[in-house]
């Protein structure tokens, strides 16, 4: 039998309610190339950040511990960091859960490479749409927004599901215009299931401190709830 990929695991979530449908295993996989100015998972962006290494197989035994509870909708989640960073051990996760009948969702912000065949093996695609233009997009993340359309356009092309969401934040997209550009936007894409707005929380303040970073938001205000509920019916 030929040697499997280690990957790195930030952390496992079981029972699962909010990363797709259904009762889910959650795979956290560490590292991730874009650096989010509301991340809560701070912890989770660096490579070598610490991690537990795992191979597929391992994956697949913890996430089928919980079958009885996915009945038909749930399944694994792979998420992160950004779970498209380690596309070789992502792929091979995603092809022995497929093998085993699992249900499989990837919730990812779309920034990676080589995803062709790890999409084929993946139900649902969660997909963070930081911003809907690349000024936006690139104050908020830091990151490249081509790199962001083309994994769209390749899910578009591949007719995945998908399930779309945006962080809600006090001073940055906490506007009806805001909304609306992100419903014309999804309008102009096929096979969207739900659109979800998030509302920002500052709960990672504390993670920053341990890792003696400051917190980019320390001045925002969390996004009221109700408000946010209120822009999200907007996208009906
Ligand atoms: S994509 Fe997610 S994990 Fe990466 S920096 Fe942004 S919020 Fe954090």
Known sequence: MKNQIAGKVSKIETMGL???????????????????L??????????????????????????????????????????????????EFLLETLKECKKEG??????TSGIGSGYEEILDYVDLVILDVKACDKDLYNYITGGDFSLFLKFLETCQRKGKKMWLRQVIVPGINDNEESVKTLKKFASTLKNIQRIELLPYHSMAKEKYKQLGRNYPLAKTPEMDKKRCEELEKLLK
Do not use: W
């Open 102 to 107: 699992i249900n499989t969702c990837l919730d």
């Open 38 to 87: 509301y991340c809560h998972n701070p912890e989770m962006q660096e490579t070598f950040g610490k991690s537990d290494s795992y191979q597929a197989k391992d994956i697949v035994k913890i996430v089928k511990r919980y079958l009885p509870y996915y009945k038909k909708e749930g399944g694994v989640t792979f998420s992160g960091g950004e779970p498209l960073l380690q596309k």
């Open 18 to 36: 909010v990363d797709g449908p259904g009762v889910r295993t959650v795979v956290f996989l560490q590292g991730c190339p874009l650096r989010c």
